[in-house]
């Protein structure tokens, strides 16, 4: 025996959700069986959304491990990336000269 049922159960909820749009849009001399129909429509609809919501959630997080592995799998990138901003010597001197410009414009300004 199968401890899941391959059946999906729709949840209270969304049963109540559903009886509750199909009263809303209930029409004048429509009868209850009408109206439960609706409900079973609505609730088919969301039962959908939900479970096309969930593959993309699954999907999503396959692409996240796979991009997450790729990225601890290839250190060396990061590492010279890395070296190339530590090594890089250029802001110094800039900020370096602007400071002596600075120094240089307060004394002659004096």
């Given at each position: 025996?199968?401890?899941y049922s391959k059946r999906n159960k729709i949840s209270e909820q969304t049963k109540d959700d559903a009886?509750?749009?199909a009263r809303g849009t209930q029409k004048p001399g429509q009868t209850?069986?009408?109206t439960k129909l609706i409900a079973q429509g609505i609730q088919k609809g969301i039962?959908?959304?939900?479970k096309k919501n969930r593959e993309k959630s699954r999907e999503l997080d396959r692409k996240l491990k796979k991009a997450s592995s790729r990225?601890?799998?290839?250190?060396s990138i990061g590492e010279a990336k890395l070296e190339t901003v530590k090594?890089?010597?250029l802001p110094w001197?800039?900020?370096?000269?602007?400071?002596?410009c600075f120094l240089v414009y307060v004394v002659v300004a004096r």
């Open positions: 025996m199968a401890k009886m509750k749009i209850k069986e009408q039962e959908q959304y939900k990225l601890l799998s290839e250190p090594s890089s010597k001197i800039l900020l370096a000269a602007s400071w002596f």
